[in-house]
């Protein structure tokens, strides 16, 4: 792996004419990275002002935050410098890794008979359903590209439906239902872009609804899963068991509401500075996000978004090889879903899930690996020239 | 490829992404704007919290600053409820605690679980902590998120079980009492008082909550005081009851009860046949219960107030088990077991021969009869009103004196005034003037002796008093309503019952407290008195004095109840007064007539010298159910006639023969006492309750019973 375009040699005098136009390194998409870091840097903010108050360091998460965001930005430019086909040629290795992390995870939860969706690694916990976020796509994606057609063909649907399905129903059984629902949207998006007939997506949401409603009555869920479901359906419920999981979006949703339209300002949020909402850093940074800079702040942090999924959808647009076109438009689905989700869930118009938000919660898992995503996005924006 | 299809399927997955955008904007745009008032209404709500700041309950005092009810400072841990709502925040909390305040993690569960602590305080987690320990679970708040340390008042009675009934106790506010108590602003979690004068002064003793409200972030944590109400803490009370006397009173007291019960009554035998049959030739007393109360007849203040059986009344803060306290105050239909009544001024008694004083006292007053108006007593008084025939039919139309122990028929006392009367206390004299009063106007009698403050309330700052029943047409029509008396009974008043209670028997009804304003109007000459044990109140706050003691100097009198307000001055001029006097006074010296002793004397001729206070008195014995002879309940009322201890003493024994017998002797020696010619056991503090004690209360005795000497040998201790 060689870093080619940060070892661009001396300018000669006459620009830099050594490097073609085509050069990977001079078609960095930089409206792209901008808005990713302009979104982690805000991040770090909103972690500092939803943490400060309940931690003994105040800067404890943020800081941790930072250094989760440098050690993913080395990852990010890894990716980003090498061709994607490249990756894809190794996709059925990592793919095969991620399952085998998470059997192993599903084996020791269910030896030790706790529930676990992460490997504690010391300093920080490595979650494998963040990795199956990157390597399902790029298995995915390659599967599909393979075939050279404008359609998806019931066979390869099936293959298609076969690679997600496997990492999902682990993923379910950790259970981890957020993460699940991501790898299904991808799909989703990923097929739909490929050319899967729309019956094949509408088989997709059936057997993702099933699955799910399967977990509830198969008790493969926690009760508070149970709880956050029951509370979603009846937010106004006065059952004493459920009052916990009512009161954390109860929460939310006032702290959102009370930001008004310009917010409280800059740690002013009583709420955020409160406990009512637990975890907030890392579950509701959306609340805080509207409670301390109000419709305007969040209108802004969602414009953001926007903007970086526009850029996204263009360059699955101007990809030349299906690869990169599936590619994008996995990622696109995901952080558009994950997004949703997240916000929803903070808004009262989605279940809660333990979905983090891009780039904006703290955790150095779910930051990685959208900065892998972004750096294979780059990686198919700087060789589209190729 | 062809690039369109692409960009269209790619044009979906926009459409797509527009969508879940507007749906959160609309959202987004719906909560910050229009439901953004509302919401921060929902969270300004519980921006302030109210912490309430306990009152120190006021102090009860004797007249001598002995404290009788004292506030013990008890710490509480105490978790604030929005700490615990969580399973897991709880868990963790209580695991902390655990070790700190040596509770387990079970236990403090437990009490999360009842329904019987108030939310409007931190739950308590353990009672009663050591100071060190309340310090330092206060220095590492930190990590005890919501614990604080309450201060609180434990009652406690040093003195107990001495006054127990005046002083009463404290108890949890009943469903009954929940409106009343929320309406003065109480917490309904609190104790207040339930019996004496913890319950009859319970407003001034309770003072009045105060609180702090504080702002408070969404965590319920304080970030502000906002406002501070300090607590005003209750009044301290003084008693009129004098410790001293008081416990002299009781012991005196319990001591002859328990020495009656080893009397006995003999079941007369007329011809061989027994008067009662199915009963032994002697039936012991049961003397179960008995009460004595002092009056100071000057001030109305009272100064002893005894009742038998007592109870210690820390029981009713000592946390005992319902088990274990139906064992020690047993429920019972038996009267003669209650205990928590004070019979001094709740006991329904007939007085009988104590009350011939007050029939005296309406017969000159009306002019019946004048101070030199002789009668000749026979033994027995025949109704004039009633026609032979209708006699000898078999309505009771001639009325016995009481028995005379030496020939066992009844006394003959010859020729009596209303003095000598008092002095031997014929029956057949007032038996006389009762049928003359029914003669002479249905009511006449009742309207004189109503104005001694009979059949009505003294109005004695002390809870549940029994007024009392004068025998008239209307309370003897409620009487048969209710089916109290025999099936048959004319609802209306009968001369019969008018002569019964001319002799203080019959359907009379009074209580001791009554029994001592009445003598106590005589003897001040014609003061009748509301009483009251309350002398004053003080300022919060009475520093303490000597140990047990509070010191009086130090502290400001904020209402003086020295004196209390007369309820009527009623005739005593000296045409009534002394033949009244003189006879109570014949009562206790003698002489009597007709070879008989007066009924005081023979008690009073021994060990009373002319030094001690010189009294006036009279027996009673009043004739209990059935009329057998051992359930005569025994009664005495006496005064002092030296206007510089004016104190009148009633006491009343139940079922313990005769009046100069039974509660003569209590009241001789508590005169005797007031003399200072008797040695009284100094008052001390009481010994920690001890909580597997089966004992209501520690028992009360006198050292020396000689005092109760007498030179009458008309009975004697079986063995």
Known sequence: ?386 | MAADKRATRLGVLALVGVILFSLVGIRLWFLQTVRAEELQDSVTVSKTREVPLVPERGRIFDADGRILADNERVLTVGVDWQMLRKKADRDEIFRRLSGWIDVPIEAMEDRYQSDRYSPFLPMPVKEDVREVDAIALLERSEDFPGVSILTEWRRVYPYAPLAAHVVGYMGAITEEQDDQYRDLGYNLNERVGQFGVELSMEEALHGRWGKRVYEVDAANRPVRLIEEIPPINGFDVQLSIDLDIQQYAEQSLQTQLEQRRQFTAINPVDDGVPAFPGFPREVNYKAPAGSTVMLDHDTGQIVAMASYPTFDNRWFNAGISSEKFRELFPETDDPDQSILVNRAVQGQYNLGSTFKTFVAYAALAEQLITPGSYYQDTGSYKLTSIDDDVCASGVRCEFKNSICAFNGLPCVYGSVNAELALAVSSDAFFYKLGEEFYLRGRTLMQDQLELFGFGADTGIDLPYEYGGRVPDDESKEALVAAGVLRPGEEPRLLVGDNVQTSIGQGLLAATPLQLAVGYGAVANGGYVLTPHVVKALYEPGVPDGEPGFADLTLGTVHESRERSAEVRQIPMGPELRDPLVNGLRRNITGPGVNGRSTTAEELFEVGYPDTAIPVAGKTGTAQGQGNYPWTDSSVFAAFSMDPTKPYTTVTYLEKAGFGSLGAAPVVKCIFLALSGLVETAPVAMSDPLDPTSSAVARPQRLADTSCMASSDASERPVD
């Open chain 1, 1 to 386: 792996v060689t870093l080619s375009f940060l070892q661009r040699r001396p300018d000669s005098g006459l620009g830099n004419i050594r490097a073609s136009p085509g050069d990977p390194s001079r078609n960095i998409d930089w409206v792209l990275m901008l808005t990713q870091y302009a979104l982690t840097v805000i991040g770090c903010f909103i972690v500092f002002s939803a943490s400060r108050t309940r931690l003994d360091d105040p800067y404890a998460f943020a800081t941790r935050q930072v250094v989760f965001a440098i050690i993913a930005t080395v990852v990010m430019f890894a990716v980003m410098s090498v061709d994607y086909e490249w990756l894809k040629e190794r996709a059925r290795f990592l793919y095969g890794f991620t399952l085998v992390l998470l059997a192993l995870l599903f084996i020791v939860g269910q030896l030790t008979g706790v529930d676990r969706i992460s490997f504690d690694l010391g300093p920080f916990n490595f979650q494998p359903a963040e990795l199956a976020k990157f390597t399902t796509l790029l298995v995915l994606a390659s599967y599909l590209a393979d075939e050279r057609s404008d359609e998806v063909s019931y066979p390869r649907f099936l293959g298609g439906l076969m690679l997600v399905g496997a990492p999902t129903v682990l993923v379910i059984l950790q259970p981890d239902l957020g993460s699940a629902s991501v790898l299904v949207a991808m799909a989703m998006g990923v097929l739909l872009v490929a050319g899967a007939k729309p019956r094949y997506i509408a088989l997709i949401s059936v057997l993702a609804v099933a699955t799910v409603a399967a977990a509830f009555i198969g008790r493969l869920v926690n009760q508070y899963q149970i709880e956050r479901l029951r509370v979603f359906v009846d937010q106004e419920t006065s059952n004493p068991q459920l009052q916990d999981a009512v009161y954390q979006v109860r929460n939310a949703v006032r702290a959102v509401g009370t930001g008004g339209i310009w917010g409280k300002g800059w740690l002013q949020g009583p709420l955020t500075n409160g406990r009512d909402i637990p975890v907030m850093w890392a579950d509701f940074p959306f609340a805080a996000v509207g409670e301390q800079f109000g419709l305007v702040g969040a209108s802004v942090l969602l414009s953001l978004f926007v903007l970086a999924l526009v850029r996204i959808w263009r360059i699955a647009h101007l990809s030349r090889d299906l690869l990169g076109t599936y590619l994008c438009a996995g990622v696109f689905t995901m952080l558009l879903w994950q997004l949703f989700q997240n916000v929803g869930m903070t808004l009262g118009i989605m279940p809660v899930t333990g979905l983090p938000m891009p780039f904006i919660s703290y955790g150095g898992s779910s930051l990685i690996t959208y900065f892998a995503l972004f750096g294979i996005v780059q990686s198919v924006h700087m060789r589209r020239m190729r």
